[in-house]
């Protein structure tokens, strides 16, 4: 749709500040300047706290920037452990098995992205009944964030904030996100970036398109993606594909 090459560096889930590493890591190794970013900003990208763990990085600490990121923010790898491979993985010896066993996990994906071929499945919705999902937001990350997106656009590229698709169920659980889109709008507007806010679209009111109220489908994914890229050529004004 919008005639260029593309890759996934987002994860999901994380904090802001994992995917500004990811971001200098690209810019780092391919020595290549995006065009075009496009920026998911989920509503636990600025929190105090994340689920994923970080030994997903365990093999890369040879380089410097990923090191220097765990032992400093997050305090969870030391000198002996970049330089001593098998002390990153003590007490993790289900990460030794998929090793040893030559496990992979992203079989199937595609430009960084594996999407979920699977139907909605209404028991993790159940599972949200007495929860809430809070809005959350982490002061001491913003300056990193305005730093990187500065440099995005010094470097000349076209920088694009986007809240993906939340189903309206999971919605009801969530609490102050109206506050976190005029934080996220006001971004866009103070730093000439667009924002596309995709939590009242209608792909919101479909369960065929997520696996559950939090999570696209591989049909919702791709659904997304092609209204989403469809939505920056419109935007753009972009009448033809970019060299």
Known sequence: ILGVNSYNLVMHGNLIDKYILRYKLFTKYSNKTPQIIVWDLCNGAFGYSERYFDYQFAPYLFDKDIFHFLNNRRHKFTLLDRFMPL?????????????????????????????????????????????????????????????TLNAM???????????SPFHYKGQQKQHGMDSLFCIYKKIAEDNDCLFLNYNYDSICLDTSFFVDATHLNLKG???????????????????????
């Open 87 to 147: 002390l990153r993985y003590y007490n993790h010896k289900e990460i030794l098995g998929y090793a040893i066993k030559n496990e992979r996990f992203w079989i199937g994906s595609h430009k960084g992205f594996q999407g979920k071929d699977w139907n909605w499945n209404p028991e993790r919705l159940n599972n949200l009944e007495n929860k809430s999902i809070p809005m959350s937001f982490n002061p001491e990350l913003f300056p990193d964030f305005l730093s």
């Open 221 to 243: 994914a791709n659904c997304f993606s092609a209204k989403c890229a469809k939505d920056i050529k419109i935007a753009l004004k972009l009448s033809r594909p970019i060299q």
């Open 153 to 163: 656009k010094d470097a000349g590229s076209k920088v694009i904030l986007v809240y």
